[in-house]
């Protein structure tokens, strides 16, 4: 069981590069969220998707657009990618109140 | 504003011994509560979680301590092995209906350390 698949794991950016950070969930699930983490912060909600064809913001959304593909897939982009940008980004899904299942996460330096 | 609080960066336990983490809160809508744990590079797992019409849920070596009138809540782990030593999360979800559930606020998180 694969469950809910971040790619790419790592990467590096220079300031103004553009990336899309990729999200699949076999699970099935209507609801997917992408998330970031900070040190000495907990995560912090960017966007996410209630249902397919539709997307919110969440905490921190700024310098973010989200795109969620089909039920399985939802992805992040960065249009121009800042310093502030670099943290670690985990994408999750969810069914049920206990069952929010996040991925691996991708690590993301922007230089 | 910080709506969800641990206020205890790192703690350090001996093998055998009880782990408390604890969590404060200051959000009244948030009526669940749940506990992950992360291990270094990977996502955060499911550990247990709480409703507000609960006070105490027990799933194995794990407890979860909710106390509404506090808005506090802790989790403690007994006995302590060295393989529960991880970043643990605290974090909270207010009932919006379906779609809110993966909208969690979490705390910064506690470093745990059991030592053999």
């Known amino acids: 069981n694969a469950g809910v698949t971040q790619t790419p794991k790592f990467q590096v950016l220079k300031t103004g590069q553009s990336m899309t950070l990729q999200c699949a969930q076999d699970m099935n699930h209507n609801s997917m969220y992408w998330y970031r983490q900070d040190p000495g912060m907990g995560l912090r909600l960017i966007y996410y998707?209630?249902?397919?064809?539709?997307?919110d913001k969440g905490e921190v959304p700024n310098g973010y657009n989200v795109s969620r593909l089909n039920k399985r897939e939802f992805s992040l982009r960065l249009e121009s990618a800042a310093p502030s940008q670099t943290s670690v980004y985990f994408c999750?899904?969810?069914?049920?109140?206990?069952?929010?299942?996040f991925g691996a996460g991708t690590r993301l330096s922007v230089l | 504003d910080q709506q969800v609080k641990q206020n205890s960066p790192s703690l350090s336990v001996q093998e055998g011994r009880i782990s408390i983490l604890n969590c404060d809160y200051t959000n009244s809508m948030f009526d669940y509560f749940l506990w992950y744990k992360k291990y270094p590079a990977e996502g955060p797992t499911f550990l247990i979680s709480i409703s507000s019409i609960k006070d105490k849920n027990e799933d194995g070596r794990f407890t979860v301590f909710l106390n509404k009138s506090a808005k506090h809540l802790s989790l403690h782990i007994v006995p302590s092995q060295p393989g529960d030593s991880a970043v643990y999360f605290c974090?909270?979800?207010?009932?919006?209906?379906?779609?809110?559930?993966?909208?969690?606020?979490f705390g910064q998180g506690t470093i745990l350390t059991v030592h053999p």
């Open positions: 974090a909270a979800s207010a009932n919006a209906g379906g779609t809110s559930y993966g909208k969690l606020t």
């Open positions: 998707s209630a249902s397919e064809g539709t997307t």
């Open positions: 999750a899904s969810s069914e049920r109140r206990t069952s929010v299942y």
